[in-house]
């Protein structure tokens, strides 16, 4: 079992930063990507941005420039810096990890609990 805890949300005013994390424990036999969804009030989960185990990352176009996904496989942690925020990206932020949990089961997504980021003055 794959189990994903993510921390730094929070409140930030317009123009302001805020710094994701998720971290992926148990059992875990390889990661093959890991991403950041959100979801507003009254809509759908979107996808904003992945990186693939071998550096490669891809952004939503209303996030690119502003967001910076990175990664570090030692620690099997994802990190999201968020820049020049917009009250449009109030939302619930779940971090994504697609892999295997032992070389025997399929590849599957896991996610976090999702954490609220609040841009707002």
């Known amino acids: 079992q794959v189990h994903l805890v993510e921390s730094g949300g929070g409140l930030v005013q317009p123009g302001g930063s805020l710094r994701l994390s998720c971290a992926a424990s148990g059992s875990i036999f390889i990661i093959y990507a890991m991403g950041w969804y959100r979801q507003a009030p009254g809509k759908q989960r979107e996808w904003i941005t992945t990186i693939i185990s071998g550096g490669s990352t891809n952004y939503a176009d209303a996030v690119k420039g502003r967001f910076t996904i990175s990664r570090d496989n030692a620690k099997n942690t994802v990190y999201l810096q968020m820049n020049n925020l917009k009250p449009e990206d109030t939302a619930v932020y779940y971090c994504?990890?697609?892999?295997?949990?032992?070389?025997?089961?399929?590849?599957?997504?896991?996610w976090g609990q999702g954490t609220q980021v609040t841009v707002s003055s």
């Open positions: 994504n990890v697609a892999g295997r949990a032992t070389m025997s089961t399929p590849r599957y997504d896991y």
